[in-house]
């Protein structure tokens, strides 16, 4: 097992590559958006989670930055049917997203309506696959059971995602470290584990990291990474 993150260890770009800047927000302008994308570049995170209407706007702001373009399907609740699920997909592919973050159906699972919860994820899979997209398999951990969640692991793995998160951010809470140890030890090593909610220091993402985290969704992105620098003298 490797040795634990520390501030005096970890890297500025192992920071920056494990955070996806959050864009989400309901009420943020174009303008701001398209800040979060400058903010994203100049930091060089790993991507951007937009939301599904600017995809194409962080596409061309961030053309040839390196950082990728991630939005939402099915967000925040899950609950659209598999059909519109995979639509939803399709386009956020075609407009330039290159991952998909989306929302498994949580009532379901919770009325352990397996098969239907791994073949939707499985429907959103089979896109991506075509389209080479990464899909991470949002749970919604406030809502569920440690049983629930091993079992959505479980399932998201089975349909074949590449990572399980959390949480949306928009639930009565988010990640928690018990919770992504909880997820790391459901799936195998293939699969990655994503954070949302609640990573809003350098701190704490450390900590998410020494627990099991890959990526962590954020917006104090500026502050996680400048506070680094500065603990490390730069």
């Not at 590559?17 to 398209?34: G, M, W």
């Not at 373009?69 to 659209?80: I, K, L, N, Q, R």
């Not at 399932?155 to 790391?184: C, F, H, I, N, W």
Request: aromatic share 4%; charged share 25%; net charge negative.
């Amino acid at each position: 097992m490797p040795d634990p993150w520390t501030v005096e260890t970890i890297t500025t770009e192992k920071v920056a590559k494990t955070i996806d800047h959050s864009l989400l927000r309901p009420e943020l302008t174009l303008d701001e958006v398209l800040a979060g994308c400058d903010l994203a570049a100049a930091y060089q995170v790993a991507s951007v989670c937009c939301r599904p209407l600017d995809v194409g706007h962080c596409r061309d702001a961030l053309e040839g930055s390196g950082v990728l373009v991630g939005t939402v399907v099915g967000f925040p609740h899950g609950s659209s049917t598999t059909a519109i699920k995979a639509a939803e997909a399709e386009l956020a592919l075609d407009d330039g997203a290159a991952e998909l973050d989306m929302v498994l159906p949580i009532g379901w699972l919770r009325s352990k309506k397996d098969a239907y919860v791994q073949d939707d994820i499985a429907a959103v899979v089979a896109v991506a696959r075509d389209r080479d997209a990464i899909v991470k398999v949002i749970l919604e951990n406030a809502y569920l059971t440690d049983e629930e969640k091993v079992r959505g692991c479980q399932l998201a793995e089975q349909a074949g995602a590449d990572y399980v998160k959390t949480s949306t951010g928009y639930a009565p809470s988010g990640s928690t470290m018990d919770d992504l140890r909880l997820m790391r030890a459901s799936v195998s090593e293939r699969v990655k584990i994503k954070a949302a909610g609640g990573i809003r220091t350098l701190d704490l993402l450390i900590e998410g990291l020494n627990a099991g985290m890959d990526r962590c969704g954020a917006t104090a992105t500026a502050a996680i990474i400048d506070d680094l620098k500065a603990r490390q003298g730069r």
